[in-house]
Nanobody, 115 residues
Framework: QVQLVESGGGLVQPGGSLRLSCAASGNIFEFNAIGWYRQAPGKEREFVGAINVGGRIDTADSVKGRFAIFRDGSKNTVYLQMNSLKPEDTAAYYC?????????WGQGTQVTVSS
């Protein structure tokens, strides 16, 4: 079983930046994949980006060039660096880990982009 704890959400103005963190209870380099999803009010949860066990990074077209995912194995933490934020990025952001025994989610952290 894996526990995931997100942090770093908040209120930011359009064009601003935020960095989200997801601290995992296991060795993230042994995970099949770890990454981020988001869910805006009234919408389905959508993929944002992820890193797989081989280090390959996939990101959604909607955030390419603005968001970056990277990991720190010494802290078992994966980060989502969000730049040039737009109001449509407003959502609850969830960390997701895919390991051999199953899929695990964090509790989510709210990101609000508004002036």
């Amino acid at each position: 079983q894996v526990q995931l704890v997100e942090s770093g959400g908040g209120l930011v103005q359009p064009g601003g930046s935020l960095r989200l963190s997801c601290a995992a209870s296991g060795n993230i380099f042994e995970f099949n994949a770890i990454g981020w999803y988001r869910q805006a009010p009234g919408k389905e949860r959508e993929f944002v980006g992820a890193i797989n066990v081989g280090g390959r990074i996939d990101t959604a077209d909607s955030v390419k060039g603005r968001f970056a995912i990277f990991r720190d194995g010494s802290k078992n933490t994966v980060y989502l660096q969000m730049n040039s934020l737009k109001p449509e990025d407003t959502a609850a952001y969830y960390c997701r880990a895919n390991i051999p025994s199953g899929v695990y989610w964090g509790q989510g952290t709210q990101v609000t982009v508004s002036s």
